[in-house]
């Protein structure tokens, strides 16, 4: 069974990633993780004079920006600001807080990021709080922000969760929140809670799958996570 939550991380301005990927784990840890770059990688939003312009900044290195029917390819690099380069053309960006916001042109463009990661859709509203008892280790994340733990593990019990981390390759899993207090909704099957992790205030949902399964979803102030945890006791 899996464990389906979804938190609302609010953290501080670290680097943060923007794409999607794919961190599996193993009783090692994680396999995989985000680079730098991975902050401006995704999804992007303005409002500009000419409509609507969306713009996916891909890791493989190029772009593409869609404005009403106006579409433009190219190259990035990041190093200071985000550049995009189309044929001659270079726009560059401020990368801050889920924005990119364009220097030294005519019309300031803010681009806001747009997450791709979604919640499941046979969310189970009629729960108990007993449903989320448990312990549950993370063992994937579909993610587009960076990963900043590597063990996950959450062990609910009579409505109350622990929250045990591990932030590096090696040393100790740690508790990091210790009965954090879980508020069901009936109306839609939600588990809230808020609490501190590393002294940022975090706040989320859990979720119960229509299946039985388990899953967690993650919307943090500078990206979003899916994250899949089985049972383990």
Request: glycine fraction near 8%; include cysteine.
């Amino acid at each position: 069974m899996l464990l389906t939550l979804v938190m609302t991380l609010i953290v501080s301005a670290l680097p943060a990633a923007a794409c999607r990927n794919n961190f599996v784990f193993s009783k090692y840890g994680v396999c995989s993780g985000a680079t730098r770059e991975d902050m401006v990688i995704g999804y992007w939003q303005a409002k500009t004079e000419s409509g609507i312009s969306n713009l996916e900044v891909k890791a493989n290195k190029t772009f593409m920006m869609t404005t009403g029917r106006n579409k433009k390819s190219g190259k990035w690099t990041l190093d200071n600001l985000l550049t995009l380069s189309s044929g001659k053309e270079k726009v560059r960006f401020y990368y801050g807080n889920k924005t990119l916001e364009s220097v030294r042109t005519s019309e300031t463009i803010v681009y806001h990021y747009v997450s791709k990661v979604s919640l499941p859709k046979n969310i189970k509203k009629n729960v108990r709080i007993n449903n989320f008892s448990g312990k549950w280790e993370a063992r994937e994340v579909d993610t587009d922000d960076q990963l900043r733990f590597t063990r996950l593990v959450i062990s609910v019990r009579n409505g109350k969760a622990d929250i045990y981390m591990r932030r590096g390759f090696t040393g100790k899993t740690v508790r990091v929140a210790k009965k954090v207090k879980l508020n069901l909704s009936k109306k839609t099957g939600a588990a809230s809670f808020t609490t501190k992790i590393c002294g940022r205030k975090v706040s989320g949902k859990l979720y119960v799958l229509s299946n039985g399964n388990r899953y967690i979803y993650a919307n943090y102030q500078v990206g979003t996570a899916g994250i899949r945890m089985i049972k383990t006791r």
